[in-house]
């Protein structure tokens, strides 16, 4: 199974957080449904969902078909979502139910442990046309000064000053 991390990220290399006074850009929001929908699946952070569950009003939106999977270490049931231990938890998962992909949708913290864990074969990530003084990187391991080479597959413009780079990680 392929598993291909996408996210948001500001021009300066910061995971781009999202608030009331700098929403998401509706070019990046609509990608990732289309890669969700087109994987039928996507894997997310508890954090993360309760905060996509807030925006969306708790109902299934945009979503609400999908196989979506919480990786959480403390979350018990979640209404909506199948609830993973770790990261080689939730590809299992999804996996058993058939899917050749899998989309790591997540947040800094689990994107981090995916790409620690050796777990991803593609990123896609979408630059937003800001800078961010403080922000969440991501990080292939914690401990060493290492690389991983990756090869450019595609880059494409949103909109809205949003630019698609799309890479394949060396395994």
Do not use: C
Request: aromatic content about 8%; proline content about 5%; charged content about 20%.
């Amino acid at each position: 199974m392929k598993t291909i991390l996408w996210a948001t990220l500001s021009a300066n290399g910061n995971y781009a957080q999202s608030s009331p006074e700098n929403p998401p850009k509706k070019e990046a929001l609509d990608d990732f449904a289309k890669h969700a929908k087109a994987a039928g699946n996507f894997i997310v952070g508890r954090r993360t969902f309760e905060s996509m569950q807030g925006n969306n009003g708790g109902g299934g939106g945009p979503f609400g078909a999908l196989d979506i999977v919480v990786v959480s270490r403390v979350a018990g049931d979640i209404p909506g979502a199948t609830v993973a231990r770790s990261p080689q938890e939730a590809l299992d998962y999804l996996q058993q139910k058939g899917y050749q992909h899998a989309l790591i949708g997540a947040g800094a913290e689990l994107h981090n442990a995916f790409l620690g864990q050796g777990l991803v074969d593609e990123l896609i990530f979408n630059v937003a046309p800001v800078l961010e003084g403080k922000g969440y990187n991501l990080l292939i391991d914690k401990e060493n000064y290492r690389y991983k080479n990756v090869e450019l597959l595609n880059v494409m413009p949103l909109g809205s000053g949003v630019v698609q780079m799309h890479y394949a990680v060396s395994r």
